[in-house]
């Protein structure tokens, strides 16, 4: 009876050891194929924390790359609206300059009055330029806002605020 009872023990031994042997091996043939020594949290708890705030990290990091590219897409937007505007304000420079000329005819004047316009509309247009998330490049702090327009005497006026953060 006490060589059964230790055959027994032996095979209860030897299965036991086969099973967590498999265990093992699945856990090695999954960690292969994933290519991951952490699986789970159980794995190992230490690195699955520090694994978690990499992870974190690596979002934050994202996070700033995108607001480095919109910052930058938008500052390229306002340079090209300043550059584009200086060269409205060169263009109607010379156009007053032109109707300044008294061999104008009264045609050339009206033509000349009429590009003025045109001019205006399209530097209206240039300082109430938007960014890509729609936000309007030259109004401060109140993005939302449109910064500039006509009241009722026709003068422009300017909605937005002129906020500066200051460094300390």
Do not use: C, W
Not at 47 to 56: C, E, H, L, M, V
Not at 91 to 104: D, F, W
Not at 114 to 132: I, T
């Amino acid at each position: 009876m006490i060589s059964r009872i230790a055959s027994f023990h032996n095979y209860q031994s030897v299965s036991n050891d086969l099973m967590r042997q498999q265990v093992k091996l699945q856990d090695n043939q999954d960690q292969l194929a994933t290519g991951k020594r952490v699986l789970t949290a159980g794995d190992d708890p230490v690195s699955s924390i520090y694994i978690q705030n990499f992870r974190q990290q690596d979002k934050q990091l994202d996070q700033y790359v995108d607001s480095i590219t919109l910052a930058r897409n938008r500052q390229t937007r306002a340079e090209i609206a300043v550059d584009d505007a200086e060269q409205l304000v060169d263009s109607a420079k010379r156009k007053t300059m032109e109707m300044i000329n008294g061999s104008l005819s009264e045609d050339d004047r009206t033509a000349h009055k009429q590009d003025l316009k045109g001019l205006y509309d399209n530097f209206m247009n240039l300082v109430n330029a938007k960014d890509e998330s729609g936000n309007f490049l030259f109004s401060g702090t109140q993005s939302s806002k449109q910064p500039f327009y006509r009241d009722g005497a026709l003068n422009v006026r300017y909605a937005g605020d002129s906020y500066h953060a200051r460094h300390r």
